[in-house]
């Protein structure tokens, strides 16, 4: 093995450095190894790429722990591996940290571990350190938790029997401070490792999801660290060519998937049930559908102004004004320009934590300007509202960065719509119908939305297949992807305050002549096209 920087002192900078993708040869660890350690939370899952050293990752914290005193927070550690061999080739890892760190610890021993009730003794591996605390690789029975206090490790979950019941018991050791460490690769859609990633996800379970796939460990230096061990030279065509060979070497691409991208296989069809969303319609929540008037683009920008305000004066602002006052809302908008629709959603998040799509705003063909005032017209106009999430993916950029500039970041999340996105947020989407806290409107148009998220090789996200609606132009799941960004802004905790503005010169000029009418300000020939 190449020689590294293995004190302490360098271990635990690199541990505690700034976290960022950049390889340094020197560092021990990589970015992902890092950002795994640094996790303090009670429970921690990591999906993976097979093959990126993460528990070699989790071994070095074992031995960091177990070699601290009491008082600084060291303690036991039990590893559950899905074999014998998983488990002494983790005991060997930890040795080999120890030894790096010149900690004092015992020799490897085995031992066997006396199980309650049972007929045989369970074979274990053990280290001890001198500060009294040990590393302890136990088989996946959870029988052999009974009575153990210190974190865990699970490796290899997914392929787990009794998964369920192994949590069960970990987590009971959490209540005197210990923590649990899953670790695993997929092993499909329904099994309880992904089940509990989603649990996690939804917000349905306390604890951390971390997504480590080939790409993402190659990011971070993997192979040019395989490169440094083996003394090769690192280019990124070679890069390239062994994770192509790495990929070939499966005998499917859903298994290329599932190995190295941290897709679980047998993924597909509608996220939510039909039935779910049913149930959440209901026909008092509003839904608003506008069109730009025909040659609108030959209009001056005055004219468009008056246009799109005179339409919030006259069909968004009453509803606006009904709101309860004492409730705090949600903005959240799926940005388009001609093909599809430019969607709003505002939400109320009500005493019982239920969400309620209480209007929704369907814009064709509005202008980047227009739809900037009326974002800026319906957020300053909708009463205690703490958060606004956009799609700034493409041309929606444009509203976001208007957005962020007029109501600061602490107030506007101007999203990009990525896997990582749809990944957490879709299932708090979802987990939302399940429960029965969501309403959205009762139209046809906004249900048949719903179902355009799909599960796109293992990820919850909106397809890319478009039907008709109700007006006979094409859709493509917007008020889906505007829901999703106002339940996203509903967690966050700004605040709009409350300004009357300052008309502007133009205005006040129109007041005095009494010009009110868009055509006014259209040259003549222009008023003769209409």
């Known amino acids: 093995m190449t020689e590294f920087k293995t004190d302490i002192t360098t271990v ?11 390889f340094n040869p020197d560092d021990v ?12 939370s009670v429970l921690k899952v990591a999906e993976k790429s097979r093959r990126t050293g993460l528990t070699w990752a989790e071994a070095c914290d074992a031995t960091l722990t177990g070699a601290m005193s009491r008082d600084a927070g060291g303690r036991n550690t039990f590893y559950v591996g899905s074999s014998k061999d998983m488990a002494r080739e983790f005991i060997d890892a930890c040795a080999m940290w120890a030894k790096a760190f010149n900690y004092a610890v015992s020799e490897i021993t085995e031992e066997n571990l006396i199980i309650e009730n049972e007929r045989t003794d369970v074979l274990t591996f053990v280290i001890y350190f001198s500060s009294g605390f040990k590393i302890q690789a136990l088989s996946s029975n959870p029988k052999n938790l009974r009575g153990m206090q210190g974190n865990v490790v699970i490796d290899k979950a997914a392929f787990h029997e009794y998964l369920p019941e192994l949590l069960k018991a970990a987590m009971a050791l959490t209540m005197w401070g210990a923590k649990v460490r899953i670790i695993s690769t997929h092993n499909g859609t329904d099994n309880n490792f992904n089940e509990l990633i989603q649990e996690i996800r939804k917000g349905a379970r306390k604890g951390s999801v971390h997504t480590i796939t080939l790409d993402d460990a190659c990011n971070d230096g993997l192979y040019r660290r ?3 061990v083996n003394k090769l030279e690192w280019t990124q065509k070679k890069e390239d ?23 679980p296989k047998n993924g597909g069809g509608a996220y939510i049930p039909r ?10 929540h509003k839904v608003i559908r506008y ?7 030959l209009w001056t920008e005055p004219a468009r102004t008056t246009e ?5 004066n006259e069909k968004i602002k009453p509803i606006l004004d009904k709101l309860n006052k004492e409730t705090r809302h949600a903005y959240g908008q799926d940005f388009a320009r001609n093909g599809d629709r430019s969607t709003i959603a505002i939400e109320s998040i009500e005493q019982s934590t239920t969400r309620k799509m209480r209007l929704t705003i369907e814009l064709h063909d509005v202008p980047y300007n227009q739809q900037k005032e009326l974002a800026f017209l319906i957020i300053d106009n909708t009463p205690r509202i703490i958060g606004v999430a956009t799609d700034a993916t493409g041309n929606g950029g444009y509203l976001g960065e208007a957005l962020l ?42 249900i048949i939305d719903q179902r355009h998220l799909q599960i796109i090789r293992g990820v919850p996200k909106i397809d890319k297949s478009r039907d008709k609606g109700g007006d006979g132009q094409k859709r493509h799941g917007d008020s889906c992807v505007a829901y999703i960004m106002a339940v996203r802004a509903s967690y966050m905790d700004g605040f709009v305050a409350e300004f009357t503005t300052i008309p502007s010169k133009h205005e006040r000029e129109r007041a005095k002549t009494g010009r009110n009418n868009r055509y006014d300000d259209l040259p003549n020939y222009e008023k003769g096209c209409w």
């Open 12 to 22: 635990s900078a690199s541990v505690n450095a700034i976290l960022n993708n950049e």
């Open 29 to 40: 660890l990589l970015g992902y190894q890092k950002r795994w350690i640094a996790d303090a």
């Open 226 to 228: 395989i490169c440094q």
């Open 241 to 263: 060519e062994w994770k192509a060979d790495l990929l070939k070497g499966c005998f499917t691409e859903d298994d290329a998937l599932e190995e190295y991208y941290c897709v």
């Open 275 to 284: 039935i779910l969303i049913d149930n959440a319609a209901k026909t008092k």
């Open 291 to 297: 069109e730009m008037p025909k040659g609108h683009m």
């Open 308 to 312: 799109i305000t005179t339409f919030f």
């Open 405 to 446: 500039l007029r109501y600061g970041q602490s107030m506007v999340d101007a999203v990009h719509t990525t896997e990582n996105f749809y990944r957490e947020w879709s299932p708090k989407y979802k987990a939302l119908y399940e429960s029965g806290f969501i309403e959205i409107p009762k139209d046809e148009d906004i």
